[in-house]
């Protein structure tokens, strides 16, 4: 009887090690799909915005908010570049 215990504790442990000695590993090498994802988006509203009616012009709206998005964030790096030149100017 004590025997039989020993021996569930044992394989309870064994699957509890074996599933966290996974899990802590998974998380280690968990990489970002952010750069995929953007490309993946890109290639969907560019396939929709092909189409006709509605829907065309809901995937042409999509491109162009991604556009002025990209565009925004280049113009804000520009905008803290000068800021950071008027501050170590004095200004």
């Known amino acids: 009887m004590r ?8 394989r309870i ?4 090690a074996v599933f966290a000695s996974g899990w802590f590993c ?3 090498s968990q990489r970002s ?6 490309d993946l988006t890109k290639a969907v509203m560019d396939k929709v915005s092909e189409q006709d009616g509605a ?9 162009s908010i ?17 800021k950071s030149i008027k501050k170590m100017l004095g200004g």
């Open 66 to 82: 991604n556009e002025i998005q990209t565009n925004l964030n280049e113009l804000q790096k520009n905008v803290d570049t000068l």
């Open 55 to 63: 829907i065309g012009a809901v995937g042409k709206l999509g491109t």
């Open 13 to 16: 442990g064994a699957v509890v």
């Open 3 to 10: 025997k039989s215990i020993v021996n569930k504790a044992v």
């Open 26 to 28: 998974g998380t280690l």
């Open 33 to 38: 799909a952010d750069a995929q994802m953007n």
